[in-house]
């Protein structure tokens, strides 16, 4: 987060998004991405496996509600906009699409890749392991959104920072189940995509909505968003199947020495 902050106003000084919007920020979270990779490698986590297409599209169908939110949340955006017009211009649709996949990439590297598989290590493959893996994987995802206090209001970061731990909970049960980290990645760019789309197709007459001006909308969506991910997470959880124990076998040598094996 710290590095992070210091790349953008980096980036933000020598004024990298001229012309093209998010440029910045995409720089940035590629970058991050590529230091994450780097320790994951580091820690014997990286395997060419996680970006195959092996179990890619069972993840996509285990995380299909990430998708259905991203259209609730689209169909919001186009309601409450419906008089505003839409300017639909290259550059900052290209902008939009790179940077919600440039967030994917970052995140789940470092959220699924790094943090929950190394926990994965500390906790074990046993069911209460994957439990508490989820469980406080999430919790430092969830955690890691109150960066956004720099610039929104305390109660709507904190409300994203409660879905941010249930969005953890959905997207790492399934990245448990298929150890396939591409397919979360585009379920999480691809629901980032909804929104900075759509604030690019507006082009200044966006409305958004909030807690202050739509009660009734943010409530519902965000409970609607928290509860899904909640319930779907943990029933995905459910299926995943840990792996046998330890096994200690005690094997004697040619000189009579006993030798512990762990299979």
Do not use: C
């Given at each position: 987060?710290i590095?992070?902050?210091?790349l953008?106003?980096?980036?933000s000084?020598?004024?990298?998004s001229?012309g ?15 230091m ?22 069972l ?6 509600f990430?998708?259905l ?8 955006f186009?309601t409450l906009?419906?008089?505003?017009p839409?300017?639909f211009?290259?550059?900052?649709i290209?902008g ?16 699924r ?5 190394n ?5 074990g493959?046993s ?8 469980i ?16 929104a209001?305390l109660?709507?970061t904190?409300?994203?920072v ?16 298929t150890?396939?980290l ?13 929104t ?7 082009a200044?007459h966006?409305?958004s909505?909030n807690l202050?001006?739509?009660p009734?909308?943010y409530i ?9 991910n909640?319930?779907?997470g943990?029933l995905?959880?459910?299926k995943i199947?840990p792996?046998k124990?330890?096994i200690?076998l005690d ?5 009579n ?6 299979v």
């Amino acid at each position: 987060m710290i590095i992070g902050i210091v790349l953008n106003t980096i980036f933000s000084a020598i004024n990298l998004s001229q012309g093209l919007p998010y440029v910045t920020e995409s720089v940035t979270e590629i970058i991050l991405a590529i230091m994450s990779l780097f320790i994951m490698k580091q820690l014997g986590l990286f395997s060419k496996d996680l970006f195959g297409k092996h179990n890619l599209s069972l993840g996509l169908k285990l995380g299909s509600f990430v998708i259905l939110t991203g259209v609730v949340q689209l169909i919001i955006f186009l309601t409450l906009n419906v008089n505003n017009p839409m300017t639909f211009t290259l550059a900052p649709i290209i902008g939009a699409i790179v940077y919600s996949f440039a967030v994917g990439v970052y995140e789940e590297i470092f959220m699924r890749g790094l943090i929950l598989q190394n926990l994965m290590t500390v906790f074990g493959h046993s069911k209460r392991g994957v439990y508490k893996t989820l469980i406080l994987a999430s919790l430092f995802f969830g955690l890691a959104h109150l960066i956004n206090l720099t610039h929104a209001p305390l109660l709507n970061t904190l409300i994203q920072v409660v879905y941010a731990m249930t969005a953890g909970i959905i997207l790492g049960a399934v990245f448990l189940r298929t150890n396939n980290l591409l397919s979360v990645i585009l379920l999480h760019g691809v629901f980032d995509l909804f929104t900075y789309l759509t604030n690019t197709v507006y082009a200044g007459h966006f409305v958004s909505y909030n807690l202050v001006q739509y009660p009734g909308i943010y409530i519902g969506y965000n409970l609607f968003l928290i509860i899904g991910n909640l319930v779907i997470g943990l029933l995905i959880a459910r299926k995943i199947k840990p792996l046998k124990e330890d096994i200690s076998l005690d094997v004697k040598s040619s000189e009579n020495q006993v030798i512990d094996l762990k299979v």
